[in-house]
Structure formats: C-alpha cells, structure tokens
C-alpha cells in the first residue's frame, strides 16, 4: 500500500489529500472552531463537500442573494463552478472534500487571513 499523503497547513487549520489524480482529488479539510476558509468561486474546479464531524456555517449563493445555512455531521453539498461559498467552523470540524483537479482555481473575494 502506497502512503502518500500530503498535509498542507493552513491559517484555519489543515488539509490532508488523500487521493490525487488527473481527474479528481479527494482532502479532508480540518477547520478549527471561529476559523473561515474564504469567501470564494472556482471558474472550473467543481467541487462535493461531506461533514464528517463538527457543525459548520455554509455560505452559497443562490440567484442573486448569499444563504446561509448550519450543516451538521451527515449533510453534503456540492459546489459548481462559478458558485460564491465560504465555510465557518462553528466547532472543530471535518469535511471531506471530492473535487476536480484545479486545485489553484480560487478567486478569493473575501480572506480574513489577507490571502489574496
């Protein structure tokens, strides 16, 4: 068995990626409690995230107004490209992330960690 996993910090915790191919990648993103990944779109990269643990604040954007909505442990939602997102930990928490491949296709509008 092959153990090539890639651990990335981040100012909101980490991201393990587990999985990488030309056609998708599979992290887990480990968000700490009051921490915000940014508000942000992909112009490609389309994306299904999965709560594994923890309670999460979910941005979307739906029409022309921004939604949001607590996510608990069990509840995915998939993101298409174009779509403006951000998730908040509410408490530390897991999510599993499937995506395509475009892993530096974010347009960040948004970053409270001055990442632009």
């Not at 996993?5 to 981040?10: E, V």
């Not at 009051?34 to 923890?54: C, M, P, R």
């Amino acid at each position: 068995m092959k153990n090539d996993i890639a651990k990335i910090d981040k100012p909101w915790g980490y991201e393990l990626h587990w999985a990488r191919t030309d056609r998708y990648v599979g992290k887990v993103l480990h968000v700490k409690a009051g921490y915000a990944l940014s508000l942000q779109y992909h112009n490609v990269k389309d994306e299904t995230i999965f709560l594994w643990t923890g309670k999460i604040a979910f941005e979307i954007q739906e029409g022309e107004r921004m939604v949001t909505r607590e996510m608990l442990p069990g509840e995915s939602v998939h993101i298409t490209p174009h779509t403006i997102h951000r998730m908040t930990a509410i408490e530390d928490s897991d999510i599993f992330e499937v995506s395509t491949p475009e892993l530096d296709d974010v347009v960040r509008l948004e970053d409270r960690y001055g990442r632009k």
